[in-house]
């Protein structure tokens, strides 16, 4: 197979893969997972020489560094629109969330939003993308040993932080069925 069909191939069977990585990285920030998807295989076709056998964990790679990109010329738009002082609170449009907006598990994300940008990449790596050691190694660009001991560190850190919310969850939910019951 010549290396366009290889790359062919590595679009068809990882293109909504690759979607779902970036997406459930951008927060709901939808209209930029076309954008960052593109340039990945805009960098995949451009470095399609150097596709793998097995060009997913290499396309995650990809996708990180282009993720990156995007965080960061978002960060830009932001501060820019911030100092322009054209947001939706100064126009009437903020949002409150209601009593019961919170969505079941919130308090999982709650305890890895407290972690480091680097636990939680390895931790959506292993949890959401599904990939094994090797194929983090291949994300991280780092080696298998290296790999296995970020997942290890992080999974403790955050058992922690699970463990240091958990007395706030059961103590609101003990307060809520007194005041139910009182």
């Known amino acids: 197979m010549s290396n366009d069909e290889i790359f062919a191939a590595a679009y068809r069977e990882h293109y909504w893969a690759v979607s779902r990585y970036v997406a459930r990285r951008l927060d709901g920030r939808t209209s930029e997972v076309e954008e960052v998807v593109a340039e990945v295989f805009t960098v995949a076709w451009r470095r399609r020489d150097d596709l793998p ?20 010329g978002y960060g830009r738009r932001r501060r820019l629109v911030d100092r322009l002082g054209n947001d939706d609170a100064a126009h009437g449009r903020h949002v409150e969330a209601g ?12 305890a890895l939003a407290r972690l480091s940008p680097a636990d ?6 292993a949890a959401w993308e599904e990939l ?28 922690a932080e699970i463990d240091q919310l958990r007395p706030a969850l059961t ?12």
């Open 132 to 159: 094994g050691v090797d194929e983090i190694a291949v994300v991280l660009g780092c080696g298998r040993r290296a790999a296995s001991m970020r997942l290890h560190r992080a999974r403790r850190r955050l058992k």
């Open 53 to 72: 056998a097995a060009p997913l964990p290499w396309l995650y790679g990809v996708a990180r560094n282009c993720l990156a990109n995007a965080v960061r």
């Open 99 to 110: 009593p019961d907006a919170e969505p079941p598990g919130a308090w999982v994300h709650d």
């Open 171 to 182: 103590t609101g939910t003990t307060a809520t069925k007194e005041q139910q019951h009182g």
């Open 120 to 125: 939680q990449e390895v931790l959506r790596l």
